[in-house]
């Protein structure tokens, strides 16, 4: 099997996937992913597709993450390992996807307005 690539994308992360057979190393720009991703939560979201597939440990995982916070960067590898595990084998399709591990996240930070300090939020009403 040749190397599979895969996109995923949450907020302003961006993942770029390349998965091959091999014995379970995730790499995520250049390091180990449970030196990356500190939390144990993290480290849970971004093995979710493989621990659904019964794929822990059969393949090699290399990450190219950019841009966005630790969050979304961890969501963004998630969907791209679930896209890559897809195009390997078509089956695991409608598992991951009853787990909504393959829909893109769309929600996005709204832009600040003009006149008033952030997306929503207003400056103090001053009745005098």
């Given at each position: 099997?040749?190397?599979?690539?895969?996109?995923?994308?949450?907020?302003?992360?961006?993942?770029?996937?390349y998965?091959?057979?091999?014995?379970?190393n995730?790499t995520?720009?250049?390091r180990?992913?449970?030196?990356?991703?500190?939390t144990?939560?993290?480290?849970?979201?971004?093995?979710?597709?493989?621990?659904?597939?019964?794929?822990?440990?059969k393949?090699?995982?290399?990450?190219?993450?950019?841009?966005g916070?630790i969050?979304?960067?961890?969501?963004a590898?998630?969907?791209?390992?679930?896209r890559?595990?897809?195009?390997?084998d078509?089956?695991y399709?409608?598992?991951?996807?009853?787990?909504?591990?393959m829909?893109?996240?769309?929600r996005?930070?709204e832009?600040?307005?003009p006149?008033?300090?952030?997306?929503?939020r207003?400056?103090?009403?001053s009745?005098?």
């Open positions: 099997m040749e190397v599979i690539n895969a996109l995923g994308r949450r907020k302003t992360a961006v993942a770029r996937v998965v091959k057979v091999g014995n379970g995730i995520v720009n250049k180990d992913y449970k030196e990356y991703f500190t144990g939560i993290l480290r849970y979201i971004v093995e979710q597709p493989l621990m659904l597939t019964d794929n822990m440990g393949f090699d995982i290399k990450v190219n993450l950019d841009g916070g969050n979304g960067q961890a969501e590898l998630r969907l791209g390992i679930a890559a595990l897809c195009k390997i078509a089956e399709r409608p598992v991951l996807k009853a787990k909504g591990l829909r893109r996240d769309p996005m930070v832009r600040k307005k006149g008033q300090p952030g997306a929503r207003k400056f103090q009403f009745k005098r």
